[in-house]
C-alpha cells in the first residue's frame, strides 16, 4: 500500500514547482566558463548614485583584500634619505629611497620647482614595463622629462620604481609568481598587492614633506603604470586628480603579474575599477596603436555614465593619440593642461607645451649607483616570510575578547573572509529550484533538484531522502566527490532516525578544467573551485533553511573544511566536521586541500568560527593534526564552552546520532 508523502516532502515539492515556473534553471552551469585578461567586457549599469556607491564600497574592499591589503597593515614614520641634489635652473632634482615594509624599500627621484613658493601640488609618477623604468627616455615614452616638467610647472613631482626595476633590485618583477598555486597566495602576498603599497606609502612620503598640499595629490602613469593609477585611486582618496595612460580597457585587462592579483577582477573589470575615481577630476588617456583603440566609443561612454550619477560628467575627459602604446609628448601635454586646470587654477583644459629639457645621465638618477644598498634590506625569501609573519600577529591580536571586539573583528577579518571567498550566503527568496524528480524505494522516497541563485546562472545538484517516521528535522549531508561512497550510510541511519536527509556532491568547476590551463592569472578573474563548492553550501543551506526551522550539517571527509569555512557566512542549528585529519597549522597541507587565495590572511578556521553564532559544534578526526586550541578559546571567552566539542579520532554514526540528538 503506497503511504502519503511525509508533510516535509510535499513542502519540498510544492515549492520546488512553484519555483521552477517564475525562473529558469541554467543548463549549464556558467561557472564552468573561464573569464581571463583578453575577454571583452562591459561596465553593468548602475541607474542610482546611491546604487554606485554601494557597488563602489564593495569593490574597494575586493581590491585590498586581493591585494593583500585589508586589513590595512601598520604603518611605520616613513624615514625618507633624500640626497644627491642636482640643481637644474628651474627645478632640482634629488635621490630617495624609505622602507614602505621593514626591510623592503621603495626607490627613485624627487623633482621639486626651485622658485614656487607656499604650498605645492604633488604628482606620484609610477611607470610601465620599459626596459629602463622610470628612467626610459624615448619617442614613445620619457620618464625623466615628465617629472621634470612638472616640477617647471610648480609641482613636486616623485617617480618611483616598480619593484624588481632599477634601484628595487632585492626583488624581482616575479615576486611571488605563484598567482594562485604557492603558499603566498594563501596569505594574500603577491606582486601587485606589494606596488600598491608602495604607492600608498608614497602618498605618505609626499604628505611629509611640508611644502606639499594635501588637498592637491594626484597619480599619472602608463600602461601597467596606468593600472598602478586607478588602482591606487580607487583605494586612496587622497588622490585628488588622476590620469591613467594606455591602460583602461574592455579588451585587455592586463598582461603583467603585476596587474593580476587573485580575486582583483572576479565580477569586475578595469573600466569598473577606474570608475571608482568619480567623482574626482579623471582624464583617460588612450592610443590608436593598442588595447584603448575604442576609449572614445566604448570605455570612455561607460566610465562617463558614473559621473554622470553625481553630475560631475564635466570632471572626466578623454583623449586619443594617433600612436603606438606609449605615454609619448603629446599625451603628457594634454594631462599637463588637464591637471594645470584642476590644481593651477588654470581656465582651459587645453594641452600645454612640453618645454625642451636636457636629460640627466642614468648615474645621476640611479639611487644606488654610488651608495651601498640598505644593510637590512631583506631578498625575495626573506620578504614573504616578513610579510606572513607580520599577517599571523595581526590575526592573532585582533581574536576578540568581548563582544565589543568582536565586531571590530567582523569589520576588519570578517570583510577579509568573506571577500577571500567571494561568496555570499543568498536569501532563500533568491535560490530557485527546478521541478523535482522523484523515486519511491520502499517506504523511502527519494528527490532530486537543481538549485540556482537568480541572476548567477550557477547548478547545484540536491538530492533528499524523506523519513518514514520524521522528526522535523533536517540534516545537510555534505561529501566530496572522491568520498561520495561514504554518505549512503549514514543517510540512511539518520532518515531511519527520523531525520530528513538532503545530500550534495561538491564537484569541482572550472579550475581543473583542460581549458583552465590555457589562460594565465585564472583565480585573477574566476573564482576557485573550493571557493565554488564552500558557495554551493551556502545556497544548499539557504534553500533549506527558508523550509526548514532546524538545520543541521554533518560534513564527511575533505568536505569538513569546506563546511567549516561556509558556516563563517551563515548559521546551522548543529554541526558537524570531519576534519579529516587536515594539518591547519601547515601551510602546504591547506593549499593541497583547500586552495583559496587569501584564505590564511583572512584567519581561515578560527575566523570562521569566530563570525559564526556559537551554535553546537563537534569536529572530530582531527589526529591531532586538526588546530581547535584558538576555537575552543573563542567559545570559551564567549561563555559557550560547553556547545564545543573535539574527537582526535573518527566516529562512527551511532556516536554522530547522539551527539545530532542531544540537547
Not at 69 to 74: A, H, N, Q, V
Not at 195 to 209: G, H, M, T, Y
Not at 625 to 649: C, H, N, Q, V
Given at each position: ?95 630617495v629611497f624609505f622602507e614602505s615594509y621593514p626591510g623592503f ?464 557566512l551563515t548559521a546551522f542549528d548543529r554541526t558537524v566536521v ?86
Amino acid at each position: 500500500m503506497n503511504k502519503s508523502p511525509a508533510p516535509f516532502l510535499v513542502l519540498l515539492i510544492v515549492i520546488a514547482v512553484s519555483l521552477s515556473g517564475l525562473a529558469q534553471i541554467p543548463a549549464t552551469d556558467s561557472r564552468r566558463e573561464i573569464r581571463h585578461l583578453d575577454l571583452p567586457y562591459s561596465l553593468p549599469e548602475h541607474k542610482t548614485k546611491e546604487a554606485w556607491l554601494a557597488r563602489a564600497a564593495e569593490l574597494r574592499k575586493q581590491i585590498l583584500v586581493s591585494s593583500g591589503l585589508w586589513p590595512m597593515p601598520e604603518k611605520q614614520p616613513i624615514k625618507a634619505t633624500i640626497f644627491g641634489k642636482l640643481d637644474r635652473g628651474d627645478h632640482t632634482i634629488e635621490k630617495v629611497f624609505f622602507e614602505s615594509y621593514p626591510g623592503f624599500y621603495v626607490t627613485g627621484n624627487l623633482y621639486r620647482p626651485k622658485t614656487a613658493t607656499g604650498k605645492l601640488p604633488a604628482v606620484l609618477c609610477p611607470h610601465g614595463h620599459w626596459a629602463y623604468g622610470r628612467l626610459e627616455n624615448q619617442p614613445l615614452h620619457s620618464g625623466p622629462a615628465r617629472a621634470i616638467s612638472f616640477a617647471r610647472q610648480g609641482y613636486v613631482a616623485f617617480a618611483y620604481d616598480m619593484v624588481g626595476y632599477n634601484d628595487s633590485a632585492a626583488i624581482t618583477h616575479q615576486f611571488a609568481n605563484h598567482n594562485s598555486t604557492g603558499v603566498e597566495a594563501l596569505w594574500g602576498v603577491n606582486l601587485l598587492g606589494l606596488q600598491l603599497w608602495n604607492s600608498i606609502r608614497v602618498v605618505d612620503f609626499l604628505l611629509s614633506l611640508p611644502e606639499v598640499d594635501a588637498e592637491r595629490i594626484a597619480c599619472t602613469g602608463e600602461s601597467g603604470g596606468g593600472t598602478q593609477t586607478f588602482l591606487l585611486a580607487a583605494v586612496d582618496e587622497r588622490i585628488k586628480l588622476a590620469a591613467p595612460v594606455n591602460m583602461v580597457s574592455f579588451i585587455m585587462q592586463g598582461g603583467s603579474l603585476c596587474e593580476n592579483a587573485p580575486n582583483l577582477r572576479v565580477d569586475t573589470n578595469n573600466v569598473e575599477l577606474a570608475a571608482l575615481m568619480a567623482p574626482r577630476p579623471m582624464m583617460m588617456v588612450s592610443a590608436t596603436g593598442d588595447w584603448t583603440k575604442n576609449t572614445m566609443t566604448s570605455e570612455f561612454p561607460a566610465v562617463k555614465s558614473v559621473y554622470r550619477l553625481f553630475g560631475a560628467e564635466d570632471k572626466l575627459t578623454a583623449i586619443q593619440i594617433d600612436a603606438a602604446h606609449n605615454y609619448n609628448q603629446a599625451s603628457r601635454e594634454a594631462v599637463y593642461g588637464w591637471f594645470a586646470h584642476w590644481f593651477l587654477n588654470r581656465v582651459e583644459t587645453t594641452p600645454i607645451k612640453e618645454r625642451s629639457a636636457g636629460i640627466p645621465s642614468i648615474p645621476d638618477l640611479l639611487v644606488f649607483a654610488n651608495r651601498s644598498r640598505p644593510a637590512n634590506e631583506l631578498n625575495e625569501p626573506g620578504l614573504i616570510r616578513s610579510l606572513i609573519e607580520q599577517r599571523k600577529r595581526q590575526l592573532q591580536s585582533a581574536l576578540p575578547k568581548t563582544a565589543a571586539e568582536l565586531e571590530r573583528f567582523k569589520e576588519t577579518f570578517g570583510v577579509a573572509f568573506r571577500f577571500s571567498l567571494m561568496a555570499e550566503s543568498p536569501k532563500p527568496e533568491t535560490v530557485i529550484a527546478s521541478a523535482p524528480e522523484s523515486q519511491k524505494n520502499g517506504n523511502s522516497t527519494t528527490i532530486k533538484l537543481t538549485l540556482s541563485r537568480l541572476g548567477k546562472n550557477d547548478r547545484v545538484e540536491l538530492t533528499s531522502l524523506q523519513s518514514a517516521k520524521p522528526n522535523g528535522k533536517t540534516v545537510l549531508i555534505l561529501v566530496s566527490a572522491e568520498d561520495a561512497n561514504r554518505r549512503e550510510e549514514l543517510t540512511v541511519s539518520l532518515s531511519a532516525a527520523g531525520y530528513n536527509v538532503a545530500t550534495i556532491t561538491l564537484q569541482p568547476q572550472a579550475q581543473t578544467s583542460e581549458q583552465s590551463k590555457k589562460y594565465r592569472y585564472f583565480t585573477t578573474y574566476n573564482r576557485s573551485d573550493a571557493a565554488n563548492q564552500v558557495q554551493d553550501i551556502l545556497t544548499a543551506v539557504a534553500y533549506l533553511k527558508g523550509k526548514n526551522s532546524k538545520l543541521s550539517v554533518v560534513a564527511i571527509g575533505k568536505a569538513g573544511g569546506l563546511a567549516l569555512l561556509a558556516r563563517g557566512l551563515t548559521a546551522f542549528d548543529r554541526t558537524v566536521v570531519d576534519a579529516a585529519q587536515l594539518d591547519s597549522a601547515n601551510d602546504q597541507a591547506v593549499l593541497a586541500q583547500i586552495p583559496i587565495p587569501g584564505i590564511r590572511r583572512a584567519g581561515d578556521f578560527q575566523t570562521a568560527v569566530t563570525l559564526a553564532p556559537l551554535t553546537p559544534m563537534l569536529i572530530h578526526n582531527t589526529g591531532g593534526k586538526f588546530r581547535t586550541d584558538s576555537m575552543t578559546e573563542i567559545y570559551r571567552r564567549l561563555g559557550r564552552a560547553e556547545d564545543f566539542k573535539t574527537s582526535s579520532s573518527e566516529l562512527g554514526k551511532n556516536d554522530l546520532l547522539n551527539w545530532l540528538s542531544s540537547n
